[in-house]
């Protein structure tokens, strides 16, 4: 559906869940609203990133990947594992990203398999390089896959898969723990009848991921402009060429400050006032969205638990849902950003489901600008989107408010003011839907 090539990250288009789940509760929360106003990265990687396009041989993995896994590695075998594959991210344009490594590995019965990773970035703010260490079991049955792991930092995956995350960098307790969850789960896993096998399943993994994160606008393809100019800074600071220079870290200007201070406040005292005794919104097999309860899939333990399993809604009211969700009135004005904010966490986003935005800054004659929002709509393959335009005293007004087919390969990257009208483009520049405001 998306052509592979370089793509840059788009940082208002991330998740609540995917921040809390990085760095919990706080940090997590502070993040998502931090990354509510920063643009899209510079650095860009070639994607999709399928199995032939980044493996290597023995001799292209750098001498430190070799020591610094070396424990890891006796680890695995030791468990019965057999390496199968060698890569390295071949094609980056990240000047921060120093050194890669990963091997995957097979365990005899080729029911499952691991993964060992290796990264190294260098940080310019704490003028220090530093190394990720990432282990990996998983098992992959009929109806989607299941993986212990100690990897955090990743982006909601659209493949129907079960994770456990823990704090660990010791393969033989992940292991453990992989097992242990496996016997209680009782279903067979599906072997692999060769390494062709895991190839196919991994390459068709790679590309359901990579076309979810373009379509949720969370990737952006970089122009050629774009591409020259990392390539350049590629070519001055790269692997072997010196370490960059240091960036001034983010700052915010006073009106922004004052403003995610105060959406955090907002937040926080929300959180506070409606979180039950028991996980958030959480009753029973039941959770609550606008005084309606909806079915769980399973009763979770809590909310964290609810929010990682990517089917936690029965699907015979998902339907239900997305009628809910699409019935919600949409005030035709708001007091302030931090009003706005309120109501798209706290009234039209569904509970553990994402929240985020396309980038857009539209700048109109008159010197106001627009923004725009958008809630998922839980497994249905759509997104509402809010488009609110700012007032002189501070206020917001409702712009455009519709529903986005997410699933379709007309996705739109970008909004501009023409004429009077909002106009909407798909990735390949194309026209697909216009708005008269």
Known sequence: MFGPGYYKSNL?????????????WWRGLWSWLKSRIMGTSRKGLWMPGLWEENECTAGEL????????????????????????????????DVMARDSGTIFYLDPSRCYFGRLTYSQHYVPAKRKIFIQIGVAFTAVFENGSF?????????????????????????????????????RRGDKPQPFADVCALRQWFDARQIKNFEDHVRRRLFIR????????????MQRYGPGRGLPPSSRRFRLNPVTTTFVLLSVVSVVTQLHRQRPAGPTGISGNTIEYHGQQFKMRLPYDSYEDYQDDPNNLDTNDLSRIEQTME?????????????????????LKFPGYGLGGIGA??????????????????????DRVIIVRSKVDGGLTLADDFIFESGETNS??????????????????????????
């Open 327 to 347: 019935a919600v009135k949409i005030p035709i004005s708001f007091k302030d950003s931090r009003t706005f904010l309120h109501f798209m966490i706290f009234d």
């Open 12 to 24: 208002r288009a991330l998740r609540l869940r995917e921040t809390i789940r990085w760095y919990g």
């Open 412 to 437: 739109f990257s970008r909004v501009q003011l023409e004429h009077g009208q909002l106009e909407y483009f798909d990735q390949q520049g194309r026209l697909v839907r216009k708005k008269t405001i």
């Open 361 to 382: 800054n539209i700048q109109a004659n008159d010197g106001t600008t627009f923004a725009a929002e958008f809630v998922e709509i839980p497994q249905a393959g759509k």
């Open 62 to 93: 750098s001498q430190c990947f070799w020591d610094v896994t070396r424990r890891h590695r006796a680890d695995f075998e030791r468990l019965g594992f057999v390496q199968c594959r060698l890569s390295k991210v071949q094609k980056t344009l």
């Open 147 to 183: 993986s212990c792991t100690n990897i955090r930092l990743t982006f909601d995956s659209a493949s129907d898969g079960e994770v456990i995350r823990m704090k660990s960098n010791d393969p033989t307790l992940i292991y453990n723990r992989f097992r242990e969850e496996l016997q």
């Open 222 to 233: 970089m122009t050629e402009t774009e591409i020259e100019a990392a390539k350049a800074e």
